[in-house]
């Protein structure tokens, strides 16, 4: 097996012999959770729902490659996910052969016959799942299996077919690439620790809102969880906004944003108030281009800053 780092399709696009990339371009931030290519193997995937006794299955040759994401996606249905990223596969020329969801494809049986990746990489719930297969006339076959937990959505894709080109494999786009859910990474707090700073992807606004959608925090029971446990640190909430509107305007409501989640910090987990301040700086700071609504759901957010 072969582990590699997934590359925006910019960069592929430096290479002037490269055909152009398979790209996804994701409706919500993501994080990547699993790549992995096995060269010259068999992929199994099903191609019908189980029956009451078995799920048919489409066996195919060729490197396998299987990637998993999870997204910052609270208040996105299966569909809503699944459904942007159909479309972008159609557009490339894939043609879907079978598509199904949770009850409909099986249930536990269907899941269970599906070559899918375990915890923490891909969750799949069994009551909140869908599934598509699709081939290109290339030969080349692809896979989607798409769930939810409470605060995230999870993405993954398997893909077998030949020996595609390195620059036929597949990519995730730049809008994309390099989001992080930050405090909710594998390792607590990690992104904070190592860089000094960390969005708090699951805390969810809508444009020209400070309203924390919502009723449960898992980045802020761990943000209040580190500050209890180090009462001689402080941080920095810093609220942003997509572009929509002037620029005072923006500042003034990224920093009600900022304070919406101090308060909670301080009336819901019992944060001092002196280890918590608040600023905004409106759209100054984008992560995402504002022309597309992931970019612009991907900017509306508050990250944490470590005073040092």
């Known amino acids: 097996m072969t582990l590699r780092t997934v590359l925006p399709a910019l960069a592929l696009g430096l290479c002037p012999l490269a055909a152009p990339a398979l790209t996804l371009d994701f409706p919500a931030p993501v994080t990547v959770t699993a790549d992995e290519v096995r060269e010259a193997d068999e992929a199994r995937f099903p191609m019908a729902p189980f029956d009451g006794t078995r799920v048919a299955m489409r066996s195919v040759d060729g490197q396998v490659t299987r990637q998993a994401w999870r997204l910052a996606a609270a208040r996105m249905t299966t569909l809503q996910i699944l459904a942007p990223l159909r479309a972008q596969l159609q557009a490339d020329g894939f043609k879907v052969l079978f598509e ?6 099986g249930g536990y049986d269907f899941r269970f016959a599906t070559d899918v990746l375990g915890e923490p990489a ?9 599934y598509l297969l699709a081939e290109k006339e290339t030969g080349v076959t692809v896979a989607l299996m798409v769930s939810r937990s409470a605060s995230s959505g999870f993405v993954q894709l398997t893909r077998v077919g030949g020996e595609p080109p390195l620059a036929d494999v597949l990519v995730t786009s730049s809008k994309s690439v390099g989001f992080s859910t ?8 990690g992104g904070l620790s190592e860089t ?3 969005p708090l992807d699951d805390l ?3 444009t020209g809102s400070s309203d924390l959608e919502g009723r449960a925090f898992p980045s802020l029971e761990t943000l209040a969880g580190f500050l209890h446990d180090h009462p001689d640190l402080a941080v920095t909430l810093v609220g942003h906004t997509d572009s929509a509107g ?20 301080i009336r819901l987990y019992d944060v001092p108030a002196a280890q918590v301040s608040a600023e905004g700086v409106g759209y100054l700071a984008p992560r995402a281009t504002n022309a597309t609504e992931g970019g612009r759901h991907a900017n509306r957010r508050v990250e944490v800053v470590l005073n040092q």
């Open 100 to 105: 199904c969801q949770d009850d409909v494809c």
């Open 122 to 130: 891909m969750h799949v719930d069994l009551g909140d799942f869908r």
């Open 182 to 189: 930050g405090l909710l990474d594998a390792a607590p707090l």
């Open 196 to 198: 000094g700073r960390a």
């Open 204 to 206: 969810v606004f809508q």
């Open 246 to 265: 002037g620029l005072p305007g923006n500042i003034a409501l990224s920093r009600r944003r900022a304070e919406a989640v101090r308060t909670a910090l």
